[in-house]
């Protein structure tokens, strides 16, 4: 059984910085995309920014410019910078990493607060 473990949420004041952390159970180059997800009350979860093997970063477009997601493959670990945050960030953020075209694996989500 696959297991993400994130880390690196909390509480933030508008335009301040976090680092969200993902470590996967297995190797991180088992899978071929990861990537994090946000969900806000009353919304449906969406796609934040996701990083393929070979390092191709995708973003949504909320984010462009002011989140930055890489991978340490020394550490086994992928980040999520975000920098200039919004009370619209805030969200709880899951960790999504991608095995072929049918699996699909989830973290427990991190809470983003970002505060005006």
């Known amino acids: 059984q696959v297991q993400l473990v994130g880390s690196g949420g909390g509480l933030v004041q508008a335009g301040g910085s976090l680092r969200l952390s993902c470590a996967p159970s297995g190797s991180i180059f088992s899978f071929n995309v990861m990537g994090w997800y946000r969900q806000a009350p009353g919304k449906q979860r969406e796609l934040v920014a996701s990083?393929?093997?070979?390092?191709?970063?995708n973003y949504a477009d909320s984010v462009k410019g002011r989140f930055t997601i890489s991978r340490d493959n020394t550490k086994n670990t992928v980040y999520l910078q975000m920098n200039s945050l919004k009370p619209e960030d805030t969200a709880v953020y899951y960790c999504?990493?991608?095995?072929?075209?049918?699996?699909?694996?989830w973290g427990q989500g991190t809470q983003v607060t970002v505060s005006s």
């Open positions: 999504n990493a991608q095995r072929g075209v049918s699996y699909s694996y």
């Open positions: 990083i393929t093997t070979g390092g191709s970063a």
